[in-house]
């Protein structure tokens, strides 16, 4: 087959749809399918190469409201020929920003199929409050904005149940959603290459997150939290590996409640090299306090390594959990430090989490994931036939 994937974020940024999207598309590509995969303009991005892979860059625009957003033309003369020339039998977007638009351009030009992944709750009130928009009229627009392009699309895609319900829930019909979770990647330990980031570190009490640090991630209540587990382990060290945009916010919440020593931010680091550094393998547990999140890699990557999970419930992803988490009330700082504390006190429970982590992992075998994928794809194409 040969698909067109379009994505707004890419490499070498780290986040769950990067990583997803890389992870599917070298699947699908050893299985000699070719991939043709859409996306802003960054000047790493020639590193990225890979057999029956050819990335074709947009320019673009900085958001000012986010890093990490793009704001690329809606309409690219240049790329309407070179998807023509490609000729892909299906479109692929996993992104609701400007690039879908031309993901969807591009479908009623060459009218093929088209399926988009949903990734993010762009409309929830925790994700629309960062740039602002706090009020629930645009709440409902941003359902509305998901909506004009998910009744009219081939097929959405759900990476967990609780995404498929709220889906449902606004309006999206069931018989067009098809559940299929984000892979694990490839991970290739070496321990000759390791990359050892806490050799200097003495303390065994660590607690991890990685991911984005933004205002809707409520990085700042595990803060509260580890402050008042300081009080009880006093060499607790919770470890934040991300970046942007709340990074110096951060640092001044740390530096109020004078816990510099017992918080360590290690900012951006890339996929691969964070898998092969002794950053989880030294963590004790997995910490989130985010409210509302699709069935983000990294929870999926700390499971991997044998994690216990302490998160607040909410919007979660209820397939991740089965015996190897504790779940506190949202933005209840107190309730998650007794579950941080516990973890750290009781080895033996925290090993019975451990291994329950590591039973779920095979759910989620990128290789599987890739084969039930590409059924999906074919049957999209030959019913279109």
């Not at 895609?157 to 019909?173: Q, Y």
């Not at 892979?183 to 290739?188: D, H, N, T």
């Not at 509260?224 to 991300?242: A, N, T």
């Amino acid at each position: 087959m040969k698909i067109a994937v379009f994505t707004d974020t890419f490499f070498p940024t780290t986040n769950w749809i990067v990583t997803s999207v890389v992870t599917f598309c070298k699947e699908l590509a050893d299985n000699w399918n070719k991939i043709i995969i859409i996306t802003p303009y960054n000047k790493w991005i020639e590193e990225f190469k890979y057999k029956n892979i050819e990335v074709y860059t947009v320019k673009w625009i900085p958001a000012i409201f986010y890093p990490d957003f793009k704001i690329t033309f809606w309409f690219t003369p240049t790329l309407i020929k070179k998807i023509r020339d490609f000729k892909p039998e299906l479109i692929h977007f996993h992104t609701q920003f400007i690039i879908w638009w031309q993901a969807i351009i591009m479908w009623k030009l060459l009218k093929v199929p088209v399926v988009g992944t949903f990734h993010t709750y762009i409309a929830d009130e925790s994700y629309l409050n960062v740039i602002w928009l706090n009020a629930k009229v645009f709440w409902d627009v941003g359902w509305k904005y998901n909506n004009f392009f998910y009744k009219k699309i081939d097929k959405v895609l759900v990476p967990s149940l609780n995404a498929k319900r709220e889906l449902i829930k606004h309006w999206i019909d069931v018989s067009n959603i098809e559940l299929l979770s984000n892979p694990l990647p490839q991970i290739e330990i070496s321990e000759e290459n390791k990359i050892h980031l806490l050799d200097d570190i003495k303390t065994e009490n660590i607690v991890l997150y990685v991911w984005r640090l933004s205002k809707e991630k409520n990085v700042s209540i595990s803060i509260e939290s580890i402050y008042v587990v300081s009080k009880e382990i006093p060499d607790v060290l919770f470890i934040i590996v991300g970046d942007w945009p709340e990074k110096k916010n951060l640092e001044k919440l740390v530096k109020s409640h004078n816990i510099e020593k017992n918080v360590l931010f290690l900012w951006k680091i890339p996929n691969k090299n964070l898998l092969n550094s002794d950053v989880f393998e030294k963590s004790k547990m997995f910490l989130s306090s985010s409210p509302s999140e699709n069935q983000p890699m990294t929870i999926i990557e700390a499971m991997y390594f044998g994690l216990p999970i302490v998160w607040v419930d909410e919007k979660w992803v209820w397939e991740l959990i089965e015996g190897n988490w504790f779940k506190a009330k949202n933005e209840n700082f107190w309730e998650i430090a007794i579950y941080i504390i516990k973890l750290l006190k009781k080895p033996e429970l925290r090993n019975k989490m451990s291994e329950e982590s590591k039973k779920m992992i095979i759910n989620f075998d990128s290789k599987m994931l890739a084969k039930k994928l590409e059924g999906i794809y074919k049957k999209i194409i030959n019913s279109k036939k």
